[in-house]
């Protein structure tokens, strides 16, 4: 896109900003756009670096800078980089070349602030390079170094090669923009949208030559790595010490997210004196005083985005219902079943076993269970995401949700010729009447399904399909792992996998085009044993456990919530 005014790019920066090139110049032939190299970054490397750059502590420059769409930017610090989000304007400076010239850019200019190992000015058509404004400096900024351009999930590794005006700031090369998918015509291409760039500050951030992008590339896989620690990509897990330490925690079991991501549970000492654990104000930690308090949600791991855990703590732990209602809010337990016994009896309680550790196990009884509908068809026993839950995890328009649970049928279990659902995704509000997404089992003997369906909605006439079905034979009676990864819109997305213990996998299904938003509050899980009345049913008494229950605003969840 243009600016209103040319843009004075070849203002070189404060000495300590300079480029020191000694080598003799050579001749050098622009190849042209042939050799461009692809974008490259793993989803992880892509999703720590969004996540380093959330938030911008502490700010660096001394003023703001301005988009063309007039938003105030700032230019933000890190350990080891600088970084700032704006838009992208297109930088055509360079050597000319059929893409760069004075007849495809009113403005372009035959040099830029660095040059390459010959001495030359970086073509903008080859080369991916980002533009920092002139009047900016910071301690270990070069010219040169090594950055990172963020665009819709795509990460281009680049060199700071230009400089800018000193009151304006979102600008990258032909190379850059195009690699990204962005328009790159300097007359009227880039982008409004929010673009990320991160310069790393470092000895070792300058490549030999700035247009060797293999370089380049290595530069930046590696200090990305540096900065997100992850030494040669592979993430390092802590100690149980150091586990213990960054939580805050001096006694007892302690579950939460290690720095890799993973949930872990690590015995984290134990109290001296007459201090005991949990007595210290918060769980887990020594003290005097009254009773614990629920345990709170560990931080994500850097590049992850936020995971809600619910677990299980076992028998002799927290009230069942209250440890539910603590992070899926209050009324989240829907058990009217409980006072149909004589006397009541509860309806999920809680268990322990070798496999998952502490779990939820409901229960559901054919001839006395209800939901209080008046035709006394169904019983329903389930938990789900209600009113005073955290926001994050009641899906909206446009965000993307990811579920991860696992679940276990008992080993003789039956299904109605009606519904079975094990798990639903349901409106809170508006066209709230049937569920959106079921997971389900049906049919008798051989015929037994596990099922993935798409219920639609009926208000706009939609027809719902059936996204997959399986034999149960073999999955009843074992833990089975659940990822269900929904993008929330009238048009949406939808992905499910189910598998083993052992990894096989029993469900990989997705689809598109499902209406998953039916104009409510918000779109929330539920799950337990919700079933149709029928004599196909068996008269004793079914179960289903529950474990890990993890709940991510976002599709690169910081846990799996296991807590072994």
Excluded at 205 to 226: K, M
Excluded at 394 to 415: C, V
Excluded at 467 to 475: F, H, N, Q, W
């Amino acid at each position: 896109m243009l600016r209103p005014l040319p843009r004075s790019r070849t203002v070189l920066l404060a000495p300590m900003l300079s480029l020191c090139f000694s080598c003799q110049p050579r001749g050098i032939v622009d190849s042209g756009h042939d050799d461009i190299d692809e974008v490259v970054g793993s989803e992880a490397t892509l999703a720590e670096l969004i996540a380093f750059t959330k938030t911008c502590d502490p700010v660096l420059s001394k003023h703001t800078y301005r988009t063309d769409s007039g938003k105030q930017v700032s230019i933000c610090g890190l350990e080891g980089a600088i970084h700032f989000t704006a838009d992208m304007d297109i930088d055509c400076d360079g050597r000319p070349s059929a893409e760069c010239n004075e007849k495809t850019d009113c403005c372009f200019q035959p040099q830029t602030a660095f040059t390459n190992k010959q001495g030359q000015p970086l073509s903008a058509a080859r080369t991916p390079y980002l533009v920092i404004p002139n009047d900016f400096h910071v301690a270990g900024l070069q010219g040169g170094a090594v950055g990172a351009i963020i665009y819709k999930g795509k990460i281009q590794y680049a060199v700071f090669g230009d400089t800018g005006p000193s009151d304006i700031i979102g600008e990258a090369s032909y190379a850059a923009a195009r690699n990204l998918g962005i328009n790159p015509d300097a007359r009227n291409g880039g982008t409004q949208d929010p673009v990320t760039y991160v310069v790393f500050l470092s000895k070792d951030a300058v490549p030999d030559d700035l247009e060797d992008q293999d370089e380049v590339n290595e530069i930046g896989e590696r200090l990305t790595a540096r900065m997100t620690g992850r030494p040669g990509g592979k993430c390092q897990p802590e100690s149980d010490a150091t586990f213990c330490t960054r939580l805050v925690k001096d006694c007892g079991a302690v579950t939460g997210n290690d720095n890799c991501g993973k949930g872990r549970t690590v015995a984290c000492g134990e109290c001296a004196g007459a201090e005991r654990c949990g007595g210290g104000g918060a769980p887990n930690v020594c003290g005097t005083g009254g009773d614990p308090i629920p345990p709170p949600e560990p931080a994500p791991a850097p590049g992850k985005d936020r995971t809600i855990c619910l677990n299980a703590d076992g028998p002799g732990g927290q009230e069942t219902y209250a440890r539910i209602e603590s992070v899926f809010g209050r009324g989240a337990v829907e058990n009217r079943s409980d006072t149909a016994h004589s006397p009541p009896f509860r309806h999920v309680k809680e268990e322990t076993d070798d496999e998952v550790g502490p779990h939820f196990i409901v229960f559901s009884h054919r001839d006395l269970d209800n939901d209080g509908s008046p035709d006394d068809d169904r019983m329903r026993t389930e938990f789900k995401v209600n009113t005073g839950a955290d926001a994050a995890i009641k899906g909206t328009p446009g965000e993307t949700l990811t579920y991860t649970w696992r679940f276990k049928m008992n080993a003789q279990m039956g299904f109605s010729n009606r519904f079975t659902h094990m798990f639903q995704m349901k409106s809170f509000g508006g066209n709230a009447g049937a569920p959106i997404v079921t997971i389900t089992g049906s049919g008798q003997g051989s015929g037994e399904r596990l099922r993935v369906e798409y219920w639609g909605d009926s208000a706009d006439g939609v027809d719902g399909r059936r996204i997959a079905a399986v034999p149960m034979a073999g999955l009843k009676g074992i833990w089975l792992s659940v990822q269900v990864r929904a993008q929330i819109a009238q048009s949406g997305s939808l992905a499910v996998t189910i598998k083993k213990p052992d990894g096989s996998t029993v469900i990989n299904a997705s689809a598109s085009g499902l209406d998953l938003w039916r104009q409510g509050d918000y779109v929330r899980g539920k799950w337990g044993i919700y079933r149709g009345k029928s004599d196909q049913l068996r008269a004793q008494e079914e179960t289903v456990r529950f474990a890990n229950f993890g709940i991510t605003a976002g599709s690169n969840p910081s846990s799996d919530c296991h807590t072994r």
